[in-house]
């Protein structure tokens, strides 16, 4: 039977075993923030000034009009006039643009004279995503207006577009990424303070005292889970209120459903770290096992490539990973507002795994204890 004294002398024992070393204090709280800055920051998709070089073999008005037109959308920034092909190049090979405009001679001419003409865009494709988000803002840049103008009909047709975007209106991609941020920093803490505890007790050799102690292999597991639990939910309330300050992330749903998601993911990372801990004989092969597993399970959960676009077996195997879920439930509430009535699949995946998890973890440390 499961003893509650047992328990709180076990977790009063982690808590003072963490927290004695003033150095493992500072690791587990500024770290954390400090990854959701960095990544908060860095894990950017959104294009701003656009490194580009100009050709202009025209050097009319009408050019000096579509550069500016060009400048003004905020999106390009004109830092090279090439004065040939060859330089222009050149420039696209050393990396020092990721553009070039090319304006054929007699354009304001051609134009002045109704005939047709073009403007060529050269971009570097190394960046496949950077010269695709580039040519559609070009697109638009230089686009005539009755085009692309909102409420305004399209040349030749009777339909009028009126976009409206929801939930991200700026499509800012950090307020995409950032819920995605947070699931990992909670996934990697977990794991590494799991891993590596139960590694450290069989390597120092009090796990061998602590198993002729009454104390039963559940109340060892919970006693290991609970104050780290407690340690990962704080570290949950100082990334989100960063992300609060710093990325003006909204809560647009239910903070307790929130809160309720992330225990329920916590569980299941705690669940994965004590597998890991189980297979590890050593602090490195902990470590090594808990960034080889952190990795996939990242890649695999949506954070930064949609799931949609995967192959079909690599589709399925999402469905095993819990944070695929807790993403979906995340982004819901962050940005949708949505409630349990439209989450509940996910919920019911999440709270299933996390289960399943820790039940496997339990009966994994039981069999490695006898």
């Known amino acids: 039977m499961l003893s509650l004294l047992r328990l709180k002398w076990v977790v009063r024992k982690e808590f003072i075993q963490t927290f004695r070393n003033p150095l493992m204090r500072g690791m587990l709280f500024v770290p954390p923030l400090l990854q959701l800055?960095?990544?908060?920051?860095?894990?950017?998709?959104?294009?701003r000034y656009v490194a580009t070089a100009v050709l202009d073999y025209d050097a009319s008005v009408a050019s000096r009009d579509v550069l500016a037109q060009l400048s003004s959308s905020g999106y390009f920034a004109v830092?090279?006039?090439?004065?040939n092909h060859r330089q222009l190049q050149a420039l696209l090979d050393r990396g020092a643009v990721v553009a070039g405009?090319?304006?054929?001679?007699?354009?304001?001419?051609?134009?002045?004279?109704?005939?047709?003409?073009?403007?060529?865009?050269?971009?570097?494709g190394t960046d496949s995503n950077l010269a695709t988000v580039a040519l559609a803002y070009a697109e638009m840049a230089l686009a005539p207006a009755p085009a692309f103008v909102p409420g305004l009909p399209i040349a030749g047709t009777p339909v009028e577009l009126r976009p409206r975007l929801w939930f991200n209106e700026n499509l800012e991609s950090r307020l995409f990424f950032v819920p995605g941020v947070i699931a990992s920093i909670i996934l990697l803490v977990a794991f590494m303070l799991t891993s590596m505890s139960v590694v450290r007790e069989r390597e120092v050799g009090t796990l061998e005292q602590?198993?002729?102690?009454?104390?039963?292999?559940?109340?060892?597991?919970?006693?290991?889970?609970?104050?780290?639990?407690?340690?990962?939910?704080?570290?949950?309330?100082?990334?989100?209120?960063?992300?609060?300050?710093?990325?003006?992330?909204?809560?647009?749903?239910?903070?307790?459903?929130?809160?309720?998601?992330?225990?329920?993911f916590i569980i299941a990372s705690l669940g994965m770290g004590l597998l890991i801990s189980a297979a590890a004989h050593t602090q490195q092969q902990a470590m090594m096992l808990s960034f080889f597993a952190v990795v996939p399970i990242t890649l695999l959960s949506g954070f930064a490539f949609p799931i949609r676009n995967m192959p079909a077996v690599i589709?399925?195997?999402?469905?095993?990973?819990?944070?695929?879920?807790?993403?979906?439930?995340?982004?819901?509430?962050?940005?949708?507002?949505?409630?349990?009535?439209?989450?509940?699949?996910?919920?019911?995946?999440?709270?299933?795994?996390?289960?399943?998890?820790?039940a496997a973890a339990v009966l994994r440390f039981r069999q490695r204890l006898d």
């Open 101 to 124: 405009v090319v304006i054929p001679e007699g354009f304001a001419r051609r134009m002045e004279r109704g005939q047709p003409t073009a403007i060529q865009l050269v971009l570097d």
């Open 315 to 358: 589709q399925w195997l999402t469905y095993l990973n819990p944070m695929r879920y807790v993403l979906v439930i995340e982004r819901g509430i962050f940005l949708k507002g949505v409630g349990a009535d439209v989450l509940y699949p996910e919920f019911l995946a999440l709270a299933a795994l996390s289960a399943l998890l820790m």
């Open 37 to 47: 800055i960095l990544f908060g920051y860095a894990v950017n998709t959104d294009v």
């Open 210 to 264: 602590l198993l002729v102690t009454p104390l039963r292999p559940l109340e060892l597991v919970l006693g290991k889970c609970v104050p780290f639990g407690l340690i990962v939910s704080v570290d949950i309330v100082f990334i989100g209120l960063g992300a609060a300050l710093l990325f003006d992330l909204p809560l647009r749903g239910s903070l307790a459903l929130l809160a309720g998601a992330l225990l329920l």
């Open 79 to 83: 830092t090279h006039h090439a004065r």
